[in-house]
C-alpha cells in the first residue's frame, strides 16, 4: 500500500496524464522540495565513452543548479562540465532540480548511482584522487590468479575468493555482466567477488587495481590501452577480452569447475 502504480503505454499514449498527476501527487504527499539556488547536487543514472565527445554522463539533478563551467567531483571522477544536453538532445547552459542531462567533462567514467556535487576545482580533485587512492589501498596484495590455473589454486586451497575486475563499453552491459557473475556464487570451494566494474577501455588504474586485489580483469567489447597492456605483463595480471556474455560465464564457470577449460580458453583468444 506503500507504492503507488499506474498501467501506463508510451506507444498508445494512455494514462500518461494519470502518471503525471500521481507523480505530482506523490511529491505533494512526500514534500519533496529543492532550492534552486544552492550548489547542484545529483546522481548519475548512466554513463559511457563516446568517440569525439569523450566521458559522457547522465546525471538526474536532485538539487540546486548544475551550470556549463562547474566543477564537479562524482564518485572517484572529477571534472568542470564543458557542455550539457537536455533530454531532448538540445544544447542546454543550466539545469535545475529533477532535469536530467548529460554532461560532458569528466576525467573518467563514474559508476550509475555515484552522488555529483559542485566544489571548487581543487576540492574536487583532491576529494576524487583521495576516494581512488583509498580504493586502492584497501585492497590486499597476493599471489597472481589466472582462469588458466584457478582450479589448481582452489585444490590447493590458495583461493576462496575469485575478484573480478569488469570493464565494458556502456554502463548497462557493466550492469548485466556483474549480475550474471555473482549469480555463479552456488560454488562452495569459491567465491566470485567483484572488486570494481566501470565503462571504458581497460587502462593502466585497472591493471593497477587488478594487481593489488589478485583479480582478473573481463573486458566486454573493450581492449586495453597499450600502457595497460605493458603494465599487466609486468604485473601478471590476466585480461580477458569478451564479445559475447556467455562465453565470459562459461569461462568462469568452467574456471571453477575444472582445468579442462584451458585449450578453449585459448583457442578464443
Same mark, same amino acid.
Do not use: W
Given at each position: 500500500?506503500?507504492?503507488? =502504480?499506474v498501467?501506463?503505454?508510451?506507444?498508445?499514449?494512455?494514462?500518461?496524464?494519470?502518471? @503525471?498527476?500521481t507523480?505530482?501527487?506523490q511529491?505533494?504527499v512526500?514534500?519533496?522540495?529543492?532550492?534552486p539556488?544552492?550548489?547542484?547536487?545529483?546522481?548519475v543514472?548512466e554513463?559511457?565513452?563516446e568517440?569525439?565527445r569523450? %566521458?559522457?554522463a547522465?546525471?538526474?539533478?536532485?538539487?540546486g543548479?548544475?551550470?556549463? $563551467?562547474?566543477?564537479?567531483v562524482c564518485g %572517484?571522477? *572529477?571534472?568542470?562540465?564543458?557542455?550539457?544536453?537536455d533530454?531532448r538532445?538540445?544544447n542546454?547552459?543550466?539545469?535545475?532540480?529533477?532535469?536530467?542531462?548529460?554532461i560532458l567533462?569528466?576525467?573518467?567514467?563514474?559508476?550509475? $548511482?555515484d552522488? @555529483?556535487?559542485?566544489?571548487e576545482e581543487k576540492?574536487?580533485r583532491s576529494?576524487?584522487?583521495?576516494?581512488?587512492?583509498?580504493?586502492?589501498?584497501?585492497?590486499?596484495?597476493?599471489k597472481?590468479?589466472?582462469?588458466?590455473?584457478?582450479f589448481?589454486?582452489?585444490?590447493?586451497?590458495e583461493?576462496?575468493d575469485?575478484?573480478?575486475v569488469?570493464?565494458?563499453d556502456?554502463? $548497462?552491459?557493466?550492469?548485466?555482466l556483474c549480475?550474471s557473475?555473482l549469480? @555463479?556464487n552456488k560454488? =562452495?570451494e569459491?567465491?566470485v567477488s567483484?572488486v570494481h566494474?566501470?565503462v $571504458?577501455a581497460v587502462?593502466?588504474?585497472?591493471?593497477m587495481?587488478a594487481?593489488?586485489s589478485?583479480a582478473i580483469?573481463?573486458a566486454?567489447n573493450?581492449?586495453p590501452?597499450?600502457?595497460a597492456?605493458?603494465?599487466?605483463?609486468?604485473?601478471?595480471?590476466?585480461?580477458r577480452? *569478451?564479445?559475447?556474455? *556467455?562465453?565470459?560465464?562459461n569461462?568462469v564457470k568452467?574456471?571453477?569447475?575444472?582445468?579442462?577449460?584451458?585449450?578453449?580458453?585459448q583457442?578464443?583468444?
Amino acid at each position: 500500500g506503500e507504492v503507488l =502504480d499506474v498501467e501506463v503505454s508510451a506507444k498508445a499514449r494512455t494514462n500518461l496524464d494519470k502518471l @503525471l498527476e500521481t507523480i505530482l501527487l506523490q511529491a505533494e504527499v512526500l514534500d519533496l522540495k529543492a532550492n534552486p539556488e544552492r550548489a547542484a547536487q545529483g546522481t548519475v543514472v548512466e554513463s559511457k565513452m563516446e568517440k569525439g565527445r569523450g %566521458t559522457v554522463a547522465t546525471v538526474l539533478v536532485q538539487n540546486g543548479t548544475l551550470r556549463i $563551467g562547474d566543477s564537479v567531483v562524482c564518485g %572517484t571522477t *572529477y571534472g568542470k562540465v564543458r557542455a550539457m544536453v537536455d533530454d531532448r538532445g538540445n544544447n542546454v547552459k543550466k539545469a535545475g532540480p529533477s532535469v536530467p542531462v548529460e554532461i560532458l567533462g569528466l576525467n573518467d567514467v563514474p559508476a550509475a $548511482g555515484d552522488v @555529483l556535487a559542485v566544489l571548487e576545482e581543487k576540492q574536487a580533485r583532491s576529494i576524487a584522487e583521495a576516494r581512488v587512492e583509498r580504493q586502492r589501498t584497501n585492497l590486499i596484495k597476493s599471489k597472481k590468479v589466472s582462469l588458466d590455473d584457478l582450479f589448481q589454486q582452489i585444490q590447493e586451497g590458495e583461493i576462496k575468493d575469485l575478484n573480478i575486475v569488469v570493464k565494458a563499453d556502456v554502463q $548497462g552491459s557493466v550492469e548485466a555482466l556483474c549480475g550474471s557473475l555473482l549469480k @555463479l556464487n552456488k560454488n =562452495d570451494e569459491v567465491r566470485v567477488s567483484i572488486v570494481h566494474s566501470g565503462v $571504458g577501455a581497460v587502462n593502466e588504474t585497472d591493471v593497477m587495481l587488478a594487481s593489488a586485489s589478485n583479480a582478473i580483469i573481463i573486458a566486454f567489447n573493450v581492449r586495453p590501452d597499450a600502457n595497460a597492456s605493458k603494465v599487466a605483463d609486468n604485473e601478471d595480471v590476466d585480461i580477458r577480452t *569478451y564479445r559475447v556474455i *556467455y562465453d565470459a560465464l562459461n569461462d568462469v564457470k568452467d574456471a571453477m569447475r575444472s582445468e579442462e577449460h584451458t585449450s578453449e580458453l585459448q583457442s578464443r583468444q
